[in-house]
């Protein structure tokens, strides 16, 4: 691996990323989520007979479904961006103008992983603090940890960008950004199955769920993003009932994830590059 | 008749750069095949340091995929190569080879002058250099009205000629330019052309890959011919071209062609005799024969073919036209002096009677 090489090429994809209008596309969209948001957090915060813990689990059940549809868009600009970067280049001949420079596929591969990255984790982190920030403005809600969810959406984005990027080196850009999309949706119920067996002590689920996590852990990190964003402990404790009965809904952690399954979205990334090298390595320009 | 002035001048570059040099690209048995499909054969040829050297073949005789190769851009099956000293794919000496692709591809969003400071980038060249290096590259391909245009405004012509300006950055010992005038109209054609002949002056070597024969013919100091993934012949320009013999053009002497017969087999075409198989020593002993006997010679030329003639007989596709003739029947004069001059064919099964 060449360093200055991986930095070239992950230059040329912020550059690209900002020239072909990408970071403005999200930028804009971004300003109408939240603002949108922020009104229908004044509203509900307004119009709910709910008060205290019972409203705050309210809220954070609200904030955590926007989190979802945001993490959706995460999981859908990742597979955008990441599906084309590699196979339409070597198709159309661009990469091998590049390749035949003192470049190895891996800095490529890296190099757009890098670029791609900064521009997901600036977006997610920028986004996500902007929304939360407005929802405390005008709700009052502040989730238990509000600095460590938006890490933790663009961990999860980080993870679907892995894959779609992965696919790009040897299939074709909608097949490999549809892998990415199916596989955060099946993630996600796989989360669901494992939690309700959690719930119901059903061994098939909980393994169907450990198994979900163990090939596509994008679920262990939207699971850390959720308990991220609900209430503190003391706020649950003085819902009492109505808190019990959040547990089973599938927008509800009850726990962060273990710190092993943390490093496991880790050793993933990392063992899904190598394996994307070994697929660029492979094939034939 | 053994050398046109470019073969020689290369000939000479070529010992000039000395033995510790070693030739630019040396492949043996080079072979690469995509499944079951063989798309080179066994590809062994040399070129020397400071030659332009031109990769001819049929389509689907497998000339990109052995640039592939070289470049590293692909992995043989078998056989090896060095490319500049190094083994074909080295990343380190990638630095010191410009490419021109057949399919030439750059990035639509950014400008001329972009694309190539990205390609000064990646061949690491100093930066001090680079604005230097990018006005001279845009210069010589004409494109330097263009410089802060996107790419994706430019013509394929143009899009063609900045691939160009990519492949000459940083003064490469070795510039492989794969079909480099694709998209180019003839006066693009001319401007590579004398391209090709400032990088010859400068002693870079050229792999010139092409199915443009005319180019090819004018341009190299030697080709390889490329069918089925081998190489049918590996030779000087001057050497693939000559006849080894001689047009001489006489008159005044009845019974010409039989002396010229003696030094070699004789046809009678008009005014002129072709002589074949005549080497370069015996043509003054030829023309004192002719003027002893009392004829008057107003021109000696060497007999030539073209390229397509004869990468068309190497490929076994068309009648090899040097015809066989028997040297000492025909008469001399006029249309009716061939009478008697036998004309066979070397191998095209199809051939006329």
Not at chain 2, 15 to 32: C, S
Not at chain 2, 143 to 163: C, H, I, P
Not at chain 2, 222 to 248: N, W
Request: proline share 6%; glycine share 12%; aromatic share 6%.
């Amino acid at each position: 691996m060449n360093g200055g090489a991986v930095f070239v090429i992950a230059r040329l994809t912020l550059r690209e990323a900002f020239r072909r209008r990408l970071l403005w596309a999200l930028v804009g969209l971004t300003v109408l989520l939240v603002a949108a948001t922020g009104w229908l957090f004044g509203k509900a915060a307004e119009l709910t007979p709910l008060e205290g813990g019972a409203q705050q689990l309210v809220l954070s059940q609200l904030l955590v479904m926007i989190a979802f549809m945001f993490s959706f868009v995460l999981t859908m600009t990742a597979a955008f961006a990441a599906a084309p970067a590699i196979g339409p280049e070597i198709e159309n001949g661009l990469l091998l103008a590049v390749l035949a420079r003192p470049v190895r596929r891996s800095d490529v591969l890296l190099g757009r992983w890098v670029g791609l990255a900064i521009v997901l984790v600036g977006y997610s982190l920028a986004a996500g603090y902007l929304e939360l920030a407005v929802v405390a403005l005008m709700s009052g809600y502040l989730p238990v940890d509000p600095m460590v969810a938006p890490l933790y959406l663009a961990a999860e984005a980080l993870v679907l960008l892995t894959l779609a990027l992965v696919f790009s080196t040897r299939i074709a850009p909608v097949a490999s950004g549809s892998i990415a999309v199916v596989g955060f949706g099946l993630a996600w119920m796989g989360g669901i199955a494992g939690g309700i067996g959690d719930y119901l002590d059903n061994d098939s689920l909980r393994t169907a769920g450990t198994i979900a996590h163990l090939i596509l852990p994008s679920d262990t990190l939207w699971r850390g993003a959720m308990f991220a964003l609900e209430p503190p402990p003391d706020v649950l404790a003085a819902a009492g009932a109505q808190a019990r009965i959040f547990t089973v809904s599938p927008f509800f952690a009850g726990t962060p994830p273990p710190l092993t399954w943390l490093a496991w979205c880790a050793a993933w990334i990392v063992a899904a590059l190598v394996i994307g090298n070994l697929l660029l390595r492979r094939r034939e320009l | 008749m053994t050398g046109t002035p470019a073969g020689a001048e290369a000939a000479s570059r070529a010992t000039a750069a000395g033995p510790f040099d070693g030739p630019a690209i040396e492949t043996h048995e080079l072979r690469k095949q995509f499944g079951r499909i063989v798309a080179l054969a066994g590809l062994t040829m040399t070129v020397r340091r400071g030659e332009v050297f031109g990769f001819l073949g049929p389509n689907g005789a497998g000339k990109t995929t052995a640039v592939k190769l070289l470049l590293g851009l692909s992995r043989p099956t078998g056989g090896e190569g060095r490319v500049l000293g190094s083994p074909m794919g080295d990343v380190a000496t990638r630095r010191r080879i410009g490419y021109l692709p057949e399919l030439f591809r750059y990035q639509s969003w950014m400008t001329a002058r972009e694309v190539l400071a990205l390609h000064c980038e990646l061949a690491r060249l100093d930066r001090v250099s680079w604005h230097g290096e990018i006005v001279a590259a845009l210069a010589l391909v004409g494109l330097a009205d263009r410089s802060n245009d996107r790419v994706e405004t430019f013509s394929k012509g143009m899009q063609q000629r900045l691939g160009l300006a990519v492949a000459l950055l940083g003064r490469p010992e070795l510039v492989v330019l794969d079909e480099p005038t694709s998209a180019l109209d003839p006066v693009g054609r001319q401007d590579v052309r004398e391209i090709i002949g400032s990088l010859r002056s400068r002693s870079v070597t050229v792999f010139l890959n092409s199915h443009l024969l005319t180019e090819v013919e004018r341009v190299c100091d030697r080709v390889a011919i490329v069918d089925r993934g081998r190489v049918v012949a590996e030779l000087g320009m001057a050497e693939l071209l000559d006849e080894g013999g001689v047009r001489v053009r006489v008159s005044g002497l009845t019974g010409a062609a039989s002396i010229a017969g003696r030094f070699g087999p004789t046809r009678v075409e008009g005014e002129w005799l072709a002589v074949d198989s005549i080497t370069d020593q015996r043509v003054p002993a030829l023309v004192s024969e002719l003027v002893a006997h009392g004829g008057f010679v107003h021109a000696v030329v060497p007999a030539r073919r073209t390229l397509e003639e004869r990468f068309l007989s190497l490929l076994g596709a068309a009648p090899d036209v040097a015809p066989d003739v028997t040297p000492d029947v025909a008469p001399d004069g006029g249309p009716g002096g061939e009478a008697g001059v036998a004309v066979g064919r070397s191998s095209d099964p199809g051939a006329r009677p």
